[in-house]
């Protein structure tokens, strides 16, 4: 069978794409191997009407939603190679060993995270310490929080917490994060700069307590940031071609179109930043509708 239209990946961009393809009459397979950049957390949060709802709970939700248009079919699968057949069709290689045709592709595979290398860093990732504070700022709001960022995003976080709280320390992780100037614009602050080595992050089932550093200084907490590395989820973009932007992200236009005819991008895996889920349904929406406006013209 050829289908309409394959997405990949099955986050809110995929998931998105898929009812508004559903809607539109179009048959559509997604391909999703349930592995989301979210899947350490307990709540989301600032998705309007789902504030504060568990990630899998979102999803449930969403696959409830779809499967009321039976043009869409959703396979638990891992693509692991996409390749052009001619020049309107894609045939998709699962790691399951199953192949699918299709004559657009959707990726939404979202992004990876590389934290910075702080032993027992991910006990605490998700619970008590978090990347974004649009995303979780406001329940650790007040509170006395670290900051853990080896680069030059030290700083940016920290100026952005402070309107969430003003108890902060920045520890570098023994590098040289900050200027001369971001120094002293965080002292005048109070906002206390650690540039030991970590060497242990205490606390109880996820709640972070204490930051150990090296030469034995401390520094009492209930939570924090870190400003991790981000790398997209799956190569497949680049493997056909797609042109990336400076972070990493796969470039496209409004309609989540790609440089690659048939290709469309949409999600973190296209705007790694900012990424928020709303924003990555948005995208997914915007690239339905991008796949369905180049089919009618094609067809019509
Ligand atoms: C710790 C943490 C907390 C966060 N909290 C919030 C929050 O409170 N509010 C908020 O708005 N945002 C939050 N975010 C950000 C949010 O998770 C992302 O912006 C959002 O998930 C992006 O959606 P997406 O659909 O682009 O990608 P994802 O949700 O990552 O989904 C991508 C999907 O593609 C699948 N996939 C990848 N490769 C393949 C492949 N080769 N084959 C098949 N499937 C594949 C993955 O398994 C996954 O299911 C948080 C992120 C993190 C890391």
């Known amino acids: 069978m050829l289908f309409e239209c394959a997405i990949v ?6 998931l998105s794409a898929a009812l508004v393809l559903g809607r539109a ?6 391909l999703d191997d349930n592995n989301p950049r979210n ?16 990630p899998g709970e979102l999803r449930r ?3 409830e939603d779809i499967s009321k248009y039976g043009s869409v079919q959703v396979r638990r699968a891992s693509v692991n ?9 894609f045939q998709l290689a699962t790691q399951q060993g199953e192949l699918y045709m299709a004559r657009k592709i959707i990726l939404a595979t979202g992004l990876k995270e590389i934290l910075p290398p702080v032993s027992g860093l991910r006990d605490f990732y998700g619970k008590s310490i978090f990347n974004c504070p649009y995303c979780d700022g406001w329940e ?7 900051i853990i960022s080896e680069g030059p995003n030290a700083f940016h976080m920290a100026k952005t917490l402070y309107n969430w709280s003003v108890r902060l320390a920045v520890c570098t992780n023994g590098h040289r994060a900050l200027t001369a100037q971001q120094h002293e614009a965080l002292g005048r602050r109070n906002i206390k700069v650690y540039e030991h080595r970590i060497v242990r992050l205490i606390g109880e089932n996820g709640a972070l307590q204490k930051v150990m550093f090296e030469g034995g200084g401390e520094y009492v907490c209930e939570g924090g940031f870190v400003t991790p590395q981000t790398a997209l989820s799956s190569s497949i973009g ?5 042109r990336t932007n400076a972070l990493g992200g796969i470039i496209t236009d409004d309609f989540g179109r790609t440089n690659v005819a048939g290709v469309y991008a949409a999600g973190d895996t296209a705007a790694v930043a900012p990424s928020q889920l709303i924003i990555a349904a948005g995208a997914g929406s915007r690239a339905a509708i991008g796949v369905n406006s180049d089919l009618t013209n094609e067809d019509f």
Request: contains cysteine; hydrophobic residues 35%; charged residues 20%.
């Open 9 to 14: 990946g099955g986050g809110p961009a995929g």
């Open 25 to 30: 009459r179009r048959n559509v397979v997604l």
């Open 39 to 54: 899947a350490v957390t307990r709540e989301s949060h600032g998705f309007i009407t789902r504030d504060g709802i568990a």
């Open 61 to 63: 939700i969403a696959h």
């Open 81 to 89: 190679a996409v390749r052009r057949v001619s020049h309107s069709s």
């Open 140 to 146: 650790l709001k007040d509170k006395p929080l670290v």
């Open 238 to 242: 680049q493997s056909l071609g797609c």
